[in-house]
């Protein structure tokens, strides 16, 4: 079964970090990266912008506003497809993501969600 | 048309998802004693099948993989421990002593392993809930969305329970070992109390319109089989032949709309012969260590029933004795309801109400559904029709389930 795991992270205080800081949290965050690769069950990793645009239905015309959907500190800045046996082997895989594991004051967390059953 | 690799991977998964159900249990068992971390094995595990689908379209599958799984394991334990190292120094330690330890013994201890699996997921330290997910999910190797379906939970709850549970197992630092003598009743006692628990989920749900629910009752009778297997303990067996002389008339338990059919109007044509002969087997057995108790009484009373050519020939003298026999092993006043209506069947109708009435007025089971249902069905083949009609009125307010409910309802409408 498929796994998609959004990353969440608080946008001003990401963007406040300098050069320096970011890369040292950059450097922190491939020990962990790698290693979640290295379970052969990783199948997809995107960072993600900040900048969005949002579109509503309105007849044949969608309505289109700058900015996500819903306004919360907390963006997801990055995804990650993962292939697991069942939820708890996704959180055990998820757990190895970089915003699992360090990051907490910058607001990061992930989230896990099933792929594939349509609602109805 | 799929090329021929295509079309080999696709064979090598459909192999492996059949040696995951059949030996991933007894593998990460193995890991778990050799890494000393349940977390732990459970990564070697899953990276050990990972290693298989990368590795054997071009080495073939090792003769014996489920050693190849564990040796596999085992490295890639290892090869994990040293990455994190890096991270934290603390580890190395932990690598040096597993390391030293070297290359697996022979896999006879491999039977072992999978008891102590059993024993921890069942500790006294976890609640009865968090035992049975645990024990769904890492003896009996279902998924956490097929358990939280079983037992009508969303999966996130099922999930966070189980992660809970082992984190609870490692702050105790509960060891994975087979319980001392002394201890062993009182350990055993609750891995059969969760087996319990998982068969009458199942065979309760059973006569629920969800169909795709896992068969809880058949998980519940494996491990049972599992558990006598490895620790042959009188009263596992008892258990075990409650289980496959329940499960044997399940199939007449209900009518073809769902209603609950009574086992003196169950066909018997259609009950399990093959599992009742094995359940009496067993029960014969457990009966003759004189070790037995609660399980193997109420197996060898479910025996009775079952071997009964019809429900007039059954042997309700046995049942009484039976039920006397239960009443000290663990009294209780369901018990002694049942043994109300064993006596009813067996010294006549009166007898049995008085009983059951003398209960009723003591209070304890004054709003349990099946008591005032008893009392309603001896006072309608008595001919005691007002009594009867307010013990249905008062079972029918308490009763939850449908299918009881039903029955409950037609059993009064013959009243009249």
Same mark, same amino acid.
């Given at each position: 079964m498929k796994y998609l795991c959004l990353a969440y992270g608080d946008q001003k205080k990401m963007e406040k970090l300098t050069k320096e800081q970011f890369a040292e949290l950059f450097a922190r965050c491939q020990a962990f990266d790698a290693e979640m690769r290295a379970t052969g069950q990783y199948l997809q990793g995107e960072s993600l912008e900040w900048d969005c645009v949002t579109l509503r239905p309105n007849g044949a015309k969608p309505i289109v506003s700058d900015g996500p959907f819903v306004e919360t500190k907390e963006k997801v800045g990055g995804l990650v497809v993962i292939e697991?046996?069942?939820?708890?082997?996704?959180?055990?895989?998820?757990?190895?993501?970089?915003?699992?594991?360090?990051?907490? !004051?910058?607001?990061?967390?992930? !989230?896990?969600?099933?792929?594939?059953?349509?609602?109805q | 048309m799929p090329t021929r690799d295509a079309n080999d991977a696709l064979i090598l998964r459909e192999r492996l998802d059949v040696l995951w159900r059949a030996e991933s249990r007894r593998v990460l068992a193995t890991l778990i004693r050799l890494l000393g971390d349940f977390d732990l094995a459970e990564e070697a595990l899953a990276a050990a099948f990972v290693t298989a689908l990368e590795t054997w379209p071009d080495t073939g599958e090792p003769a014996h993989p489920r050693a190849w799984l564990v040796s596999t394991g085992r490295h890639k334990a290892l090869d994990l421990l040293r990455t994190r190292t890096r991270l934290d120094a603390s580890l190395g330690r932990l690598v040096e002593r597993l390391d030293r330890a070297g290359e697996p013994r022979e896999f006879d201890e491999i039977e072992d392993d999978r008891l102590c699996l059993v024993f921890a997921c069942c500790h006294p330290v976890l609640a009865r809930e968090a035992q049975v997910a645990l024990t769904l999910r890492e003896v009996c190797g279902l998924t956490t969305e097929e358990i939280a379906r079983a037992l009508l939970c969303g999966a996130p709850t099922i999930a966070q329970r189980i992660v809970r549970a082992k984190a609870r197992l490692r702050e105790e630092r509960v060891t994975y070992q087979v319980p001392s003598r002394a201890e062993l009743p009182a350990r055993l006692d609750a891995v059969l109390s969760v087996i319990y628990l998982v068969f009458n989920e199942g065979y309760l749900a059973s006569s629920g319109p969800d169909l795709v629910r896992v068969d809880l009752s058949s998980e519940a009778i494996r491990l049972a089989r599992v558990v006598v297997e490895l620790c042959p303990e009188p009263e596992a067996e008892g258990l075990l032949a409650l289980l496959l002389l329940h499960d044997a008339r399940r199939a007449s338990r209900s009518g073809s709309d769902g209603e609950l059919v009574? %086992?003196?109007?169950?066909? @018997?044509?259609?009950?399990? @012969?093959?599992? %009742?002969?094995?359940?009496?087997?067993?029960?014969?057995?457990? %009966?003759?260590?004189?070790?037995?108790? $609660?399980?193997?009484?109420?197996? $060898?009373?479910?025996?009775?029933?079952?071997?009964?050519?019809? $429900?007039? $020939?059954?042997?309700?003298?046995? %049942?009484?004795?039976?039920?006397?026999?239960?009443?000290?092993?663990?009294?209780?006043?369901?018990?002694?309801?049942? @043994?109300?209506m064993a006596v009813a069947e067996h010294e006549g109708l009166e007898r049995g109400l008085a009983i059951v009435e003398n209960l009723l007025a003591r209070g304890e089971l004054a709003n349990y559904h099946l008591a005032h249902a008893a009392r309603a069905d001896l006072c309608r083949r008595l001919g005691r029709r007002a009594d009867a009609r307010a013990s249905y009125v008062r079972a029918l307010e308490l009763a939850r389930g449908e299918p009881e409910r039903r029955l409950l309802q037609r059993r009064m409408s013959e009243l009249d």
């Open positions: 697991a046996r069942d939820l708890n082997d996704a959180i055990r895989v998820a757990s190895l993501h970089p915003a699992a594991r360090v990051g907490a !004051e910058l607001g990061w967390a992930i !989230e896990i969600r099933p792929i594939g059953t349509c609602h | 009574l %086992i003196e109007d169950q066909d @018997r044509g259609s009950w399990n @012969r093959a599992q %009742i002969a094995e359940g009496g087997q067993r029960v014969a057995r457990a %009966i003759s260590s004189r070790r037995f108790g $609660a399980y193997t009484l109420q197996a $060898a009373i479910a025996a009775v029933h079952a071997e009964a050519p019809d $429900a007039a $020939a059954t042997d309700w003298e046995e %049942i009484v004795a039976l039920y006397d026999l239960l009443l000290v092993a663990a009294p209780s006043p369901v018990v002694e309801l049942n @043994r109300a």
